[in-house]
Nanobody, 120 residues
Framework: QVQLVESGGGLVEAGGSLRLSCAAS????????MGWYRQAPGKQRELVAR???????NYADSVKGRFTISRDNAKNTVYLQMNSLKSEDTAVYYC??????????????WGQGTQVTVSS
């Protein structure tokens, strides 16, 4: 069984910063790409940022220059540093990872989500 547990969400004023963390645990052999998605009320879930096992990153245009994704492979953890937050960044943020298990099966996993609210 694999779990992704997020932390770091909360309420922040516009222009402020937050750092999200997501730790994977359980029956893990290795982790391929990890990422962050978000879903605002009434909208579809969208990609925020993604990072490969080798460190290659890609970002949604709306967050480029403000958000930074990183990972610590030794800790099976991915981070999202969010700076210069705007009210439109308000959403539930979900961690995502493609995980190889010891039986050499790979599956996509999601965290439970963490609320980020930016007040203007």
């Amino acid at each position: 069984q694999v779990q992704l547990v997020e932390s770091g969400g909360g309420l922040v004023e516009a222009g402020g910063s937050l750092r999200l963390s997501c730790a994977a645990s359980g029956y893990i052999f290795s982790i391929n790409a990890m990422g962050w998605y978000r879903q605002a009320p009434g909208k579809q879930r969208e990609l925020v940022a993604r990072i490969s096992s080798g460190g290659t990153t890609n970002y949604a245009d709306s967050v480029k220059g403000r958000f930074t994704i990183s990972r610590d492979n030794a800790k099976n953890t991915v981070y999202l540093q969010m700076n210069s937050l705007k009210s439109e960044d308000t959403a539930v943020y979900y961690c995502n990872a493609d995980i190889w298990q010891h039986d050499l099966t790979i599956a996509e996993y999601w965290g439970q989500g963490t609320q980020v609210t930016v007040s203007s």
